[in-house]
Every structure is written in C-alpha cells, then in structure tokens.
T-cell receptor, first 112, second 113 residues
Framework: ELKVEQNPLFLSMQEGKNYTIYCNYS?????LYWYRQDPGKSLESLFV?????AVKQEGRLMASLDTKARLSTLHITAAVHDLSATYFC????????????FGQGTRLTINP | KAGVTQTPRYLIKTRGQQVTLSCSPI?????VSWYQQTPGQGLQFLFE???????NKGNFPGRFSGRQFSNSRSEMNVSTLELGDSALYLC????????????FGPGTRLLVL
C-alpha cells in the first residue's frame, strides 16, 4: 500500500527566511504533485513533477523530485505572509489512474 | 474556461438519510475523481470515472457510490449517512488519463447530525 509522508506537519517561520518541506513516498512512482490549500478553500495545483530530477519553480516556490530516493522537496525562498497555507504532496498509485494518495499536509504559517 | 463546479456547496443531513452531490468538470475533461477530506483522515480517494466507467475505487464502504454521465458530469451518493461522513467532498477533473494535473472544485461541505 502506497504511503506518503510529509514533514514537518506544522511550520511557523518568519518572513524573509528559507525553508524546505519534505515528502517521502513508499513505492515506485514517477509522478508527484504539489497542491496548496487555504483555510476553507479547495486545492490549488502548484507543480506536477513527472520524472527523476525534475525541478520546477514558480515565484518563491521550487519543487524537485528524486524518484530513486522516493523524495520530493518544496523549497520556500524568502517567505512572505501570502504563502501561509497548507501544502500537500500527492502521488499517483497507478499510472494514468488519477488516483492520488496524499500526504498529511504541512501547515505553514509565515509571521511578519 | 470555467473551473470545476460542485453543488451544493453546503449540506446538513441527519443520520440515516442519503445525499447526492454533483460535480461538473472543466469543459473537455473526461476524467472525474472524488475525494473525502476530514481533519482526522486527511484527503482520501473515493473513486474515479472516465468516459462513464468507474476505473478505480478507494477503500470506502458500499454506501458510497457514484456515476458519470455522457457529458462527463458526475454524481456521488452516500446512503445511510453516519456522523463520520461529515467531511469536505472534493471532485477533481482531468482532461486525459495519464500525465495531467487534476483540477479541484470548491468542494461540498457535508455535516451529518
């Protein structure tokens, strides 16, 4: 059974600092997704990582994928308050199945 | 393009009742997946439909069912509601099977009393 684990689960940081969220998964998969969720809202797609070594960047967020280590990271550079949200990683269990297994989520709070 | 829409947005039911939730995918998207989100269990996959066929199902009891229509709109039904069914139900649509991002709707928040 595929398991996806994120850490940390809670992260409080100051504006301007850098930090990394880690996402480990237990079985082979070559596709990993990152989503953002604001309180009371739905999920917003951030990144789709499709192959080993994939790196994608959008603004202050950068995601990478190491399929051999079964690890993805979401790096936040010079955090700003607007990035406060819960971040989820998710992995497809069966290729093409659109059956995602999500991590527990990392609740990120960025303080001025 | 309009995004994924879900109706109703909020629903209050009592134990033992049944409920039907609706999801309209982005135009042109043929795959619809459903997820349940609760504080305790997080986000869990319910089922996925593609071209009116259920292709995958999660580990939920038979009280949870769904279907997809020829226009790709999907419904999910929960019969004999239990308190533990209180959750945010999210549907997501994808254009094609495979490498596509799933786009999520705003969700239906169900409260079972």
């Amino acid at each position: 059974e595929l398991k996806v684990e994120q850490n940390p689960l809670f992260l409080s940081m100051q504006e301007g600092k850098n930090y990394t969220i880690y996402c480990n998964y237990s079985t082979t998969s070559d596709r990993l997704y990152w989503y953002r969720q604001d309180p009371g809202k739905s999920l917003e797609s951030l990144f789709v990582l499709l192959s080993n070594g994939a790196v994608k960047q959008e603004g202050r967020l950068m995601a990478s994928l190491d399929t051999k280590a079964r690890l993805s990271t979401l790096h936040i550079t010079a955090a700003v308050h607007d990035l406060s949200a819960t971040y989820f990683c998710a992995v497809d269990t069966v290729q093409g199945a659109q059956k995602l297994v999500f991590g527990q989520g990392t609740r990120l709070t960025i303080n001025p | 393009k309009a995004g994924v829409t879900q109706t109703p947005r909020y629903l209050i039911k009592t134990r033992g009742q049944q409920v039907t939730l609706s999801c309209s995918p982005i135009s042109g998207h043929r795959s619809v997946s459903w997820y349940q989100q609760t504080p305790g269990q997080g986000l869990q996959f319910l089922f996925e439909y593609f071209s009116e066929t259920q292709r995958n199902k999660g580990n939920f009891p038979g009280r949870f069912s769904g279907r997809q229509f020829s226009n790709s709109r999907s419904e999910m039904n929960v019969s004999t509601l239990e308190l533990g069914d209180s959750a945010l139900y999210l549907c997501a649509s994808t254009e094609l099977a495979g490498l596509e991002t799933q786009y999520f709707g705003p969700g239906t928040r169900l409260l079972v009393l």
